[in-house]
């Protein structure tokens, strides 16, 4: 059974930082491809970021480029976003999504990021 666990969000003034993490498993990790992606209330989901198994390639939203990283750790199956210099358009559900080789799509129950002042 796939799980993916997200964990890390909270309340952030602007300008502050936070890192999550999604923690997976059920699944080889290491040849997933992984996202994070965020949905803001009132709108549809959107990319984040992302980062390839082989590789380690990452490719970003325009909106959070220079400002948050996107890594992965295959010897403990987690993944991470570290987020600075966060606004109040950054406040949403961030999820969890591994791609498969086979092209299965899985996605974690998402955790709230909220930045205000």
């Known amino acids: 059974q796939v799980q993916l666990v997200e964990s890390g969000g909270g309340l952030v003034q602007p300008g502050g930082s936070l890192r999550l993490s999604c923690a997976a498993s059920?699944?080889?990790?290491?040849?997933?491809?992984m996202g994070w992606f965020r949905q803001a209330p009132g709108k549809e989901r959107e990319l984040v970021a992302t980062i390839t198994g082989s590789s380690g390639s990452t490719k970003y939203a325009d909106s959070v480029k220079g400002r948050f990283t996107i890594s992965r750790d295959s010897a403990k199956n987690t993944m991470y976003l570290q987020m600075n210099s966060l606004k109040p358009e950054d406040t949403a559900v961030y999820y969890c999504?591994?791609?498969?080789?086979?092209?299965?799509?899985?996605w974690g129950k998402g955790t709230l990021v909220t930045v205000s002042s």
């Open positions: 059920g699944l080889t990790f290491s040849s997933c491809s």
């Open positions: 999504n591994a791609l498969t080789r086979s092209g299965r799509n899985y």
